[in-house]
C-alpha cells in the first residue's frame, strides 16, 4: 500500500473529555513533526466553539464526498464530518495522524487503513452527568438519552486501547501520549 504512518482513531461518548484530551495532546506534541491532529470538515456553522473545524454547508459537503476529497466521513447527531483525504500524504511521510471519530466509522477506517490504533475515552457515569450539567448544550432528557449511549458504548479489537478520564486532565493526556508511543 506505500504506508507507513498510523492512524489513530478517537473515540468515546460526548462528554468524556475527548476535546481535551486531544488538545492537550496536540499541545504536547506542537514541535513533533511525526504526528499530526488534521482539521475535520463538519456541517456545522463557523465559530461555534469546541474544535477547530473546517465550516462546510451540506452541499459544499456532499460535493466533497462526491469528489472523494476525504480519506473518511460519516453522519452523527445531525451533522456530517470528514476527514481530509490528504492525510494519506502524512501515511507516506511515516507520521501518526491522529482523529477524533464516531464508532460508526471504525470499521470502515479498519478495513481502508490496516494497523491503526483505536483510542477510546471513556468516563464514569457520574463525571458524565456532571460534565454535560456543566456545559449547558442539552436539556435533562438529552442528557439521560446521551447516558443511555454512553452505558451501552462497548469497543472490541486488538488495536483498541481504553483511557479512563475520570480524573485529572494532564494524567489522561500523559496516558494518550503514551499510548502513541508505545504502541507504534
Do not use: C
Amino acid at each position: 500500500m506505500g504506508r507507513s504512518g498510523r492512524l489513530v482513531l478517537v473515540v468515546g461518548p460526548s462528554g468524556v473529555g475527548k476535546d481535551s484530551v486531544l488538545d492537550g495532546a496536540r499541545a504536547a506534541l506542537k514541535d513533533n513533526p511525526d504526528v499530526v491532529f488534521p482539521r475535520r470538515v463538519v456541517t456545522r456553522a463557523p465559530g461555534l466553539g469546541g474544535e477547530d473545524y473546517i465550516p462546510a454547508s451540506e452541499a459544499d459537503f456532499a460535493a466533497m464526498a462526491a469528489r472523494g476529497d476525504f480519506a473518511l466521513h460519516w453522519p452523527a447527531h445531525g451533522l456530517h464530518y470528514g476527514i481530509p483525504q490528504s492525510i494519506e500524504n502524512d501515511f507516506a511521510a511515516g507520521r501518526q495522524v491522529v482523529v477524533n471519530v464516531s464508532r460508526g466509522s471504525i470499521d470502515e477506517a479498519r478495513r481502508k487503513y490496516p494497523g491503526l490504533l483505536v483510542i477510546g475515552i471513556t468516563a464514569s457515569p457520574d463525571v458524565l452527568r456532571r460534565r454535560l450539567e456543566q456545559r449547558g448544550r442539552e436539556s435533562p432528557a438529552e442528557i439521560e438519552e446521551r447516558l443511555g449511549r454512553a452505558a451501552a458504548f462497548t469497543l472490541q479489537g486488538d488495536d483498541v486501547a481504553i483511557l479512563n478520564n475520570d480524573g485529572a486532565l494532564k494524567d489522561t493526556v500523559q496516558a494518550f501520549l503514551a499510548l502513541l508511543q508505545k504502541r507504534r
